[in-house]
């Protein structure tokens, strides 16, 4: 089976596993990836407004040959309140970019 090395990131720079990881195909390893990325965000959102989460898997010869980020960017009333004097009608929503 090929041997993948996942990096993952939740803020700190990419650390990659310390023993690459035997998947049967690309694909398997990039579901994987996928995976850790949102276990990252499902153990550290809702502790923060802002947060920033990457994955990136490289096959055997270390080439990347998948990335993956989310964004996360929370703003309430009472913080766009005191960022800009705006009235709650001019709060904007929550922001995930995939």
């Not at 195909?25 to 990252?40: E, K």
């Not at 550290?44 to 040959?65: C, F, I, M, S, W």
Request: with cysteine; glycine share 6%; hydrophobic share 35%.
């Amino acid at each position: 089976m090929p041997h993948f090395r996942i990096a993952t990131d939740a803020g700190n720079g990419l650390e990659p596993f310390d023993e690459p990881l035997e998947f049967p195909d690309r694909d398997a390893a990039t579901l994987d990836a996928q995976v850790a990325l949102t276990d990252m965000c499902r153990e550290n959102l809702p502790h923060a407004g802002k947060a920033d989460y990457r994955v990136q898997v490289e096959d055997e010869t270390g080439k990347p040959v998948y990335k993956a980020s989310l964004k996360f960017d929370a703003e309430t009333e009472t913080d766009d309140k005191a960022d800009s004097g705006a009235a709650a009608s001019n709060m904007r929503p929550a922001r995930y970019v995939i």
